[in-house]
């Protein structure tokens, strides 16, 4: 049951992030065709670490608040679809 818990609570915090990138992308005119929205998953979590050792050193974000998307890979997706 806990486990549930915990999957259900990743798949959340990744669909509000993937949302958050798309809406950046989209103020910052880069295309994202609608097929590959289709394919993108909330439902993996290989980058989240459930081994009860948490590092929050070097975390700049306040809580609530998104992480910004990577420059260098925003200047990449916009070279590709230009």
């Known amino acids: 049951m806990a486990l549930n818990l915990v999957v259900a609570a990743i798949i959340l915090w990744n669909t509000a992030y993937l949302d958050q990138a798309l809406q950046v992308l989209a103020r910052e005119q880069v295309t994202v065709p609608d097929e590959f929205v289709r394919h993108i998953s909330p439902l993996g979590w290989e980058h989240i ?14 809580w609530g608040r998104f992480r910004p998307l990577q420059r260098d890979a925003v200047d990449r997706l916009r070279a590709k679809t230009a």
Do not use: L, V
Request: hydrophobic share 35%; proline share 0%; aromatic share 14%.
């Open 49 to 62: 670490t459930i081994t009860g050792t948490f590092q929050w050193k070097g975390s700049h974000a306040a």
